[in-house]
């Protein structure tokens, strides 16, 4: 059994900030690559960014610069700090978690979502 909980959404003015953290708990042996997804109304979930457990990042085009992933492997944590938000940045964001619960194979794992609304 494994949960991922994310919080850190809120309402935010064009150019703010806001910072994302989703914590994996339950029966876990290892976490191998971690990410952020975001679906807005009418689209598509698309990635917005992703770390693997060696710390390599990939980020979409239009978030790279002002976006940073980052994770804490002490505490099955990963981060999104967003910066110069924008209001197409308005979306529900998705923690995403591919892990090894010691048993079969590696699977991703997804977290309930949080909103972020961009909005002066």
């Known amino acids: ?7 850190g ?6 150019g703010g900030s806001l ?3 989703c914590a994996a708990s339950g029966r876990i042996f290892s976490i ?6 975001r679906q807005a109304p009418g689209k598509e979930r698309e ?13 979409a085009d239009s978030v ?12 099955n944590t990963v981060y999104l700090q967003m910066n110069s ?11 995403n978690s591919n892990i090894d619960v010691g048993w079969g194979r590696p699977r991703g794992y997804w977290g309930q979502g949080t909103q972020v609304t961009v909005s002066s």
């Open 19 to 21: 910072r994302l953290s």
């Open 32 to 37: 191998n690559a971690m990410g952020w997804y």
């Open 85 to 95: 938000l924008k209001p197409e940045d308005t979306a529900v964001y998705y923690c």
């Open 64 to 75: 790279k610069g002002r976006f940073t992933i980052s994770r804490d492997n002490a505490k």
């Open 1 to 7: 059994q494994v949960q991922l909980v994310e919080s």
């Open 47 to 59: 990635l917005v960014a992703a770390i693997t457990s060696g710390g390599s990042t990939n980020y």
């Open 9 to 14: 959404g809120g309402l935010v003015q064009p």
